[in-house]
């Protein structure tokens, strides 16, 4: 057998393992098992014990999920359009100025809409305020990109 051959099998007997462990180890919905063994064997299904529940519909002011948010902290100077006398809890609109490096040509965009400042903290040994702005944790990966390789703006909503 020659080596790719049995690199081959290989791949192929690791993946086959990985899916038995996945499939024993998966945990069953209820009702996807049957509890009695006697019912199993003879492979009927047990019976039902009454009406299946309905499921809810969504009433009109039922709130939405809540979004997680995390805590993102910049230099206050970072954020363009920013006044250090921004009070908190203020929505704000985070965009992003990607330059050549990044883009064919300048472009604008907005990376988070509705982020709240939480606050702006006192420089500290000599540097900048620091804004602390809350947004949503998938968001979190933009800004620091957008931070990195763009030139960040805020506008506030009002």
């Known amino acids: 057998m020659s ?10 007997v690791t993946i086959a393992a990985v899916a ?15 509890a009695d063994p006697a019912s199993a064997a003879t492979g009927t299904a047990p019976a039902a014990t009454g009406p299946a529940p309905v499921p809810r519909p969504q009433q ?38 990607w330059g050549p490096r990044v883009t ?9 809409a509705g982020a709240t400042l939480t606050e702006i903290r ?12 809350a947004v949503g944790a998938r968001r979190v990966s933009d800004l620091f990109y957008g931070y990195r390789y763009g030139e960040l703006a805020v506008v506030t909503r009002s």
Not at 104 to 112: E, N
């Open 3 to 12: 080596r790719r051959a049995r690199r081959l099998a290989a791949v192929v």
């Open 60 to 97: 009109p002011n039922d709130a939405p999920a809540p979004v997680p948010t995390r805590s993102f902290a910049i230099p206050a100077p970072a954020l363009g359009g920013l006044a250090l006398d921004t009070p908190p809890g203020t929505r704000v609109d985070v965009w992003v100025a």
């Open 20 to 34: 038995a462990v996945w499939n024993v180890a998966a945990p069953r919905p209820e009702g996807s098992g049957s």
């Open 122 to 133: 006192p420089p500290v040994a000599d540097g900048p305020p620091t804004a602390i702005l």
């Open 104 to 112: 064919a040509r300048p472009r604008v965009q907005r990376l988070v």
